[in-house]
């Protein structure tokens, strides 16, 4: 059974970091990606890796500020979070796929954790 499970939200000041990260079991992915769903708004994806790091993809609003890295040895992924906005605010999804597809296209994933909420108060 495959699962992924996202931890290391929270809520942080403006300015601050977070690292969450998202543990992969019952498979392995040639893709991981992070999405996020702030309230009444629709999912964005946010950043996303190749293998170990051969291509990576960032929106545009976290580009400078987001690091997306993984650990294939423990078959997870992580978002290093620097500068950290109020706008920010948002539930955090981890997406996996085997196959090609695009970086923001959510059909083009397979598998979806469950979120980590993560809060920047001004």
């Known amino acids: 059974q495959v699962r992924l499970v996202e931890s290391g939200g929270g809520l942080v000041q403006a300015g601050g970091s977070l690292r969450p990260s998202c543990a992969a079991s019952g498979s392995t992915f040639s893709t991981m990606s992070w999405f996020r769903q702030a309230p009444g708004k629709e999912r964005d994806f946010v950043a996303g890796i190749i293998g170990n790091g051969a291509s990576t993809g960032y929106a545009d609003s976290v580009k400078g500020r987001f690091t997306i890295s993984r650990d294939n040895v423990k078959n997870t992924v992580y978002l290093q979070m620097s500068s950290l906005k109020p706008d920010d605010t948002a539930l955090y999804y981890c997406?996996?796929?085997?196959?090609?597809?695009?970086?923001?296209?959510?059909?083009?994933?397979?598998?979806w954790g469950q979120g980590t909420q993560v809060t920047i108060s001004a």
């Open positions: 997406a996996a796929r085997k196959g090609l597809g695009r970086w923001s296209h959510l059909d083009d994933y397979d598998y």
